[in-house]
């Protein structure tokens, strides 16, 4: 762990030890001072009304029933590239890091919550589902590498009903091509990992991966 960061100017640094990539865990967790700082910057750029929103109980603030966090900063995960390469940026979205607590709104009203937490007493940081959302991933196991890129995923709140045909068919030359060089743009070395976070003012942007 880098640095975090806000606007105005609360920021801290630290490494995180080991990190991992687990799709099997809902939240996202980080070592005990990292979340706390982390946690207090969220809340120190939602001070007053600048969030569009209202502390709700503990990490928890009220919106309007079917609207979005839409003014609540975003996080900028930083990894620091290995083996010589650059480090990647990742935008972590509002409406990934906060979840909506119940689908029904009271009195016009519904709470969004924060989707990761503090780990305890281990140095170690698990990036769940919650910083799954709203991106394409792929794991290259190979190469132990991820790609990451921002989607607009569309989002089950039910039970779906899929039907799955299988396919003997194997990429073509061109496309295995095409995604290794996706890949060695995209691609973060996994392991012990340094992460930088930035907490500011939302940005429209396109990209989520920045050199």
Same mark, same amino acid.
């Given at each position: 762990? @880098?640095?975090?960061?806000?606007?105005?100017?609360?920021?801290?640094?630290?490494?995180?030890? +080991?990190?991992?990539?687990?799709?099997?865990?809902?939240?996202?967790?980080?070592?005990?001072?990292?979340?706390?700082?982390?946690?207090?910057?969220?809340?120190?750029?939602?001070?007053?009304?600048?969030?569009?929103?209202?502390?709700?109980?503990?990490?928890?603030?009220?919106?309007?029933?079917?609207?979005?966090?839409?003014?609540? @900063?975003?996080?900028?995960?930083?990894?620091?590239?290995?083996?010589?390469?650059?480090?990647?940026?990742?935008?972590?979205?509002?409406?990934?890091?906060?979840?909506? +607590?119940?689908?029904?709104?009271?009195?016009?009203?519904?709470?969004?919550?924060? @989707?990761? @937490?503090?780990?305890?007493?281990?140095?170690?940081?698990?990036?769940?589902?919650?910083?799954?959302?709203?991106?394409?991933?792929?794991?290259?196991?190979?190469?132990?590498?991820?790609?990451?890129?921002?989607?607009?995923?569309?989002?089950?709140?039910?039970?779906?009903?899929?039907?799955?045909?299988?396919?003997?068919?194997?990429?073509?030359?061109?496309?295995?091509?095409?995604?290794?060089?996706?890949?060695?743009?995209?691609?973060?070395?996994?392991?012990?990992?340094?992460?930088?976070?930035?907490?500011?003012?939302?940005?429209?942007?396109? +990209?989520?991966?920045?050199?």
């Amino acid at each position: 762990m @880098a640095a975090v960061a806000t606007d105005p100017g609360l920021s801290f640094q630290e490494f995180t030890g +080991r990190t991992v990539v687990d799709s099997g865990t809902t939240f996202t967790y980080f070592p005990a001072k990292v979340f706390e700082t982390l946690r207090q910057s969220v809340i120190a750029t939602c001070q007053g009304s600048r969030c569009g929103a209202r502390p709700a109980g503990k990490d928890c603030w009220l919106l309007p029933t079917g609207s979005r966090p839409a003014k609540f @900063a975003p996080i900028i995960l930083t990894f620091s590239g290995g083996n010589g390469e650059a480090d990647i940026s990742v935008s972590w979205p509002a409406n990934a890091y906060l979840f909506r +607590r119940g689908m029904r709104g009271v009195d016009g009203f519904e709470a969004w919550c924060l @989707a990761f @937490a503090s780990n305890g007493f281990s140095k170690e940081t698990v990036l769940g589902i919650s910083f799954f959302m709203h991106k394409h991933l792929v794991f290259d196991t190979a190469s132990s590498k991820l790609g990451v890129e921002g989607a607009n995923c569309p989002e089950h709140h039910h039970s779906t009903h899929l039907t799955v045909q299988a396919s003997t068919s194997l990429d073509s030359p061109v496309e295995e091509h095409q995604r290794q060089d996706s890949m060695r743009h995209l691609g973060l070395v996994l392991g012990s990992l340094r992460l930088s976070f930035r907490c500011r003012r939302v940005q429209k942007s396109s +990209r989520f991966l920045q050199p």
